[in-house]
């Protein structure tokens, strides 16, 4: 039966009870409007009905609970052993008589009806006269409504649960629900479907109405999409912007399904406000796309230009010229500048050159210190001598504004598509060949590409070739070792393996045997060999010290696709007598760039299992790092110097940073900066939660016996 408003503790005449400023509950009083009709005609003080099953209190109309408490049980008492004793229409209980603090005294009735677990009790004060037949007939006809009343109100409880749900799962996804009968122009819509569009809740909305918000194409668009549901029974999700009835533009995404209710058929779904979430995904598209510092194209949107640069030339039969500027600061290059040139000046470089190019054109970032343009429509040298004059003044002009002047060498290589290459590989290897003979070129800066650069390049690629082998013979590759400093505690926690060609009059880095490295003999030779001397090293090491670090080697794209290595890798390390967890393999991005995933995702995930880790090297200057850190099972990233450099004096490189350590917290993943050269570099980092670096600051890349020596001082 209906419940109550109140629980009353005493017993003053048995005047109903009532809770002040109450919201009136129209089940509640139309349970206490029965009751008092029946009290009307049994000629009593105080009715009302009890709901009973197995000595339990189901519920009870509201005069029930205008009874104290101690009256209530002894009722309820009552009532059980009547109902669950008896058996039969109507039986007839006399109770005996209750007062309360003295006042009110009288003989309380019920009425049983086993069959229906209920009963109805009356209150008749001493010498008042109780019509018990009426009563009877008054509950006989009562209950039924009494029945429905508690029907209704518990199916009024059961939707006001689920629409409870319903508005704490919109809460949650932050959507809404909506609903259409088809062939109906009606909509229903939910409170947070309101809200996204901007309009009054509860107010009548149509199918109609609804659509003035959305503008052409978009209206056009979901019209089509909804219909289509309807007759095909399918669904569909089309996003779209709207502007509200105050013109503010929004972006919603409506997903809808076709169904059928009470033999009609509808559509349904959610309704989303993805603005906020479109925003960050193109700030992150543009993150992803672009150079930090120039906000010019970065390599990954330069490879997309150029592709489509390629695909265009080939379907019209036209050419397009491709150069690759570098810059260089000579005047202030120190043991620990590399060959960066502040962010001023390379903010400068890019003005200029994007200055120098038309709408359909393309200048990019390719890395610290090298530009890329795409040249569309420039087919001959003749076409691009007035390009070629004017970056030659460009140049000048820089070189004449800037501090120290003649410091500042540009060098450019040009190659055309498809006279030099037909390939983006063969165009950009062309391009850099050209390159590298204008940098021997000071006095001229911009190189053509040709037969001659083409013939040197494969003749010295064979030197190259040629001297490594030999080298290997002499075992001449030998690994380097720069520390991984807690900027905590100072101490070395890791250490990272670097390729250095050492012959008796000089040390060449990677980059300077390139040819040998990329070369799928050459190189796989030269990586074997630098992993059997770290093997070694390491094994020394674990006998002068027991304290915990890791070795990280460089896995180059040649020995990734060589199917043997990372098998080769785990065989070493166990004949070596390491662990597995000794060592930290990086890749980069372009080594997984254009390999079979699932294959290379196969080949890592089993060196995962057996306790080796890996980790992402030049984190966010590739092709899609985000994408790779979920899709590969990585450990540790690595962020790139170029964020480095700077980063004390420009906010947005500490925003980009302070993004890469959330990223790297909330995934559980290692993180390592690279490039430290300065103390405020270091203290920027600390302040913004990379704990961990590596850098010029503390290190240069040494050999073995200086490395050993560095962890023995700290012992």
Known sequence: MT?????????????????????TDPFVELSASASEMMASAGGVRCCGTLAMRSGRLLGASHGFYDLPSSVRAELIDAVTGTIGTTVGESHHVVHPAFSSSGTATGTLHVLAFPQNDAAVFAFALDGQALDLAALRRAAVSAMPLLYQI???????ESIHQTNTLLRHVE??????????????????WSDKVYNIHGLELGGEVTLESALRLYPSPGKEKLVIAMERAAAQGTGFEVTTPIQTPAGDWRIVRT????????GRRILYGVTEDVTARMSVERRLWWAANHDPVTSLPNRLLFEDRLSVAIQRSQRDRSAFALAVVEVSDFASLNPHSGYAMPDRNMLDVAGRLDALTRDSDTVARLSINEFALVLNGVSSEEQLRPEVDRMTAQIADLQSSANGGDGIVVSVGVAFFPIHATTME?????????????????????????????????RKRETVLTRARASLARNEFVPFYQPQIDIETNQIVGVEALVRWQTSDTILDAKDFAYALDDHEIGGRVGRAVLDQVIADLGKLRQMTDRPFRVSINASRTEVLRNDFLDTFLEK??????????????????????????????????????GVEFSLDDFGTGYASLIHITSFPVAEIKIDKQFITGIESDFRKKSIVRGIVDIARSMGLNLIAEGVETPEQQETLRDIGCRYVQGYLYSFPVPFAQFSAMLQEQQ
């Open 3 to 23: 419940g109550a408003l109140e629980v009353r503790s005493d017993w003053q005449g048995l005047e109903p009870a009532r809770v002040a400023n109450a919201p």
């Open 150 to 156: 508690d029907d209704l109100a518990a199916e009024r």
């Open 171 to 188: 809460a949650l996804a932050d959507v809404g629900g909506w609903e259409l009968a088809v062939g109906s122009d009606k909509l229903i």
């Open 255 to 262: 997903v809808g399904r076709s169904g059928m209710t009470d």
């Open 426 to 458: 063969e165009l950009v290897r062309a391009a850099e060949l050209a390159l590298a003979q204008a940098k021997r070129r000071l006095d001229n800066p911009v190189i053509i590409y040709n037969r001659k650069i083409a013939n040197d390049a494969e």
């Open 573 to 610: 390390a166990r004949a070596g007598h390491l662990r597995p967890s000794d060592f930290i393999i990086e890749i980069t991005e372009d080594v997984i760039i254009g390999v079979d995933d699932r294959t290379l995702h196969d080949k890592i995930s089993f060196l995962v299992s057996s």
